[in-house]
Nanobody
Framework: QVQLVESGGGLVQAGGSLRLSCAAS??????????MGWFRQAPGKEREFLAT????????IYLDSVKGRFTISRDNAKNTVYLQMNSLKPEDTAVYYC??????????WGQGTQVTVSS
C-alpha cells in the first residue's frame, strides 16, 4: 500500500507564497522509481494537472498558467516531492493533490491539501 501525505496548504494573501510537501511511503514502494506530480481541483471545476517531475528529477513539465510561478522538485533521499508556489492568485484557490506513477498514468493519489488565496 502506498501513502502520499500532503502538507503545507493554508490561507495566504494574493501575491504570497506557499510550499507544499508530499511525503511518500509504503511497503516495497521505491520512491525513486516513480514520476511525481501535482494536480488541483477548484470548487465546481474539473481536476487539472499542474506539474510533474521525472523519477530522477531531471525533467519537469508545467501547466502553462503556472509556469514561472510554481516549481516542482523532489528529494529522493527523503521520499518527498515539493511544490513551491509564488505570486499566488485568488484563482489558485483549490485542493491540491500529490500523485505518483511509473508512467504518465498516476496510480497513487494523496488525500489533498486546501490552498486558499484571498484577494
Amino acid at each position: 500500500q502506498v501513502q502520499l501525505v500532503e502538507s503545507g496548504g493554508g490561507l495566504v494573501q494574493a501575491g504570497g507564497s506557499l510550499r507544499l510537501s508530499c511525503a511518500a511511503s509504503g511497503r516495497h514502494f521505491s520512491f525513486s522509481r516513480y514520476n511525481m506530480g501535482w494536480f488541483r481541483q477548484a470548487p465546481g471545476k474539473e481536476r487539472e494537472f499542474l506539474a510533474t517531475v521525472t523519477w530522477s528529477g531531471s525533467s519537469t513539465i508545467y501547466l502553462d498558467s503556472v509556469k514561472g510561478r510554481f516549481t516542482i522538485s523532489r528529494d529522493n533521499a527523503k521520499n518527498t516531492v515539493y511544490l513551491q508556489m509564488n505570486s499566488l492568485k485568488p484563482e489558485d484557490t483549490a485542493v491540491y493533490y500529490c500523485v505518483a506513477g511509473i508512467t504518465s498514468t498516476y496510480n497513487y493519489w494523496g488525500q489533498g491539501t486546501q490552498v486558499t488565496v484571498s484577494s
